[in-house]
């Protein structure tokens, strides 16, 4: 499968060499090779804008290497960008401007809140406080700029500090539902983020969630280790393509210049 959710020096919270990602899928036989560093345009963290990348000189990068590897790898060029209301205009513009093959659209903040140092769930129960996470996801999944992938749906229980962390879909049927319902009838794909560490699920959304999108006629399927050191690329793969497979689901699927591209399972 391609790992299609990777992060390298040009994110804040990663130092990682891009072409020792390459060499790496290359070595696995990959058929592409998927970037997706951070875009948290407007969003605050610590009380401070979290560092961008330049996108100049980041999709000047990919390209340059998209050429040398070319025949040996595909290299895709995508962004995760992490919603936030004030932030809609810019994403519109940069998708525009600049060659991306996909966005993955990321809840990082919640209520003007961040969900990584734990600020958002401050003085809230776990039920108050995934409740205003699903919210913004929702209204994330409503952003008028483009995006192909919804990335790490649960993303908020990694780094909340309840007893028990975990987001089940029997406490919140009607909000996921809303969510799910909301990916299938836009055509975005559903991640299976493999970094989930911490969250009280083995992958994020938890499985039940994942059947429950099949359930209601969910297809699209990618996945994503969310690795920020090599040495994390394609964790769980395995684990996730046995999880697709006791659901029936035979293919997973990429994005190339903004169109998707199915991958067989086998
Ligand atoms: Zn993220
Ligand atoms: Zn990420």
């Given at each position: 499968m391609v790992d299609l959710h990777i992060h390298t020096r040009f994110s804040h919270d990663s130092e990682e060499d891009p072409e020792n990602y390459i060499r790496k899928a290359v070595e696995l036989g990959k058929?592409?090779?998927?970037?997706?560093?951070?875009?948290?345009?407007?969003?605050?963290?610590?009380?401070?804008?979290?560092?961008?990348?330049?996108?100049?000189?980041?999709?000047?990068?990919?390209a340059e290497l998209k050429e040398k590897y070319k025949g040996r790898i595909k290299v895709l060029c995508g962004l995760e960008v992490g919603y936030c209301r004030e932030a809609v205009d810019r994403y519109i513009e940069i998708y525009e401007r600049y060659p991306f093959d996909f966005f993955i659209n990321s809840v990082h903040m919640v209520k003007g809140?961040?969900?990584?140092?734990?600020?958002?769930s401050k003085g809230l129960n776990a039920k108050e406080a995934y409740t205003l996470y699903f919210e913004q996801v929702l209204e994330s999944l409503s952003a008028p700029y483009p995006f192909q992938v919804l990335g790490h749906l649960g993303y908020a229980s990694r780094y909340t500090d309840y007893a028990d962390k975990k987001i089940r879909y029997a406490d919140f049927p009607e909000m996921i539902d809303r969510i799910l319902c909301k990916i299938v009838e836009k055509n975005v794909a559903l991640e299976i983020n493999t970094s989930s560490a911490g969250s009280g699920s083995l992958l994020l959304p938890d499985l039940d969630i994942i059947a429950r999108y099949t359930a209601l006629g969910g297809r699209m399927f990618t996945f994503g280790s969310d690795a920020h050191t090599v040495a994390r690329y394609c964790d769980k793969e395995e684990i996730?393509?046995?999880?697709?497979?006791?659901?029936?689901?035979?293919?997973?699927?990429?994005?190339?210049?903004?169109?998707?591209?199915?991958?067989?399972?086998?």
């Open positions: 058929k592409a090779v998927s970037f997706t560093d951070h875009y948290d345009y407007r969003c605050i963290e610590n009380g401070r804008q979290i560092p961008l990348p330049d996108l100049k000189i980041y999709t000047e990068t990919f809140k961040d969900c990584f140092h734990n600020e958002f996730v393509k046995s999880a697709l497979s006791d659901l029936g689901i035979k293919r997973c699927c990429y994005f190339e210049k903004g169109k998707i591209v199915w991958e067989e399972l086998a």
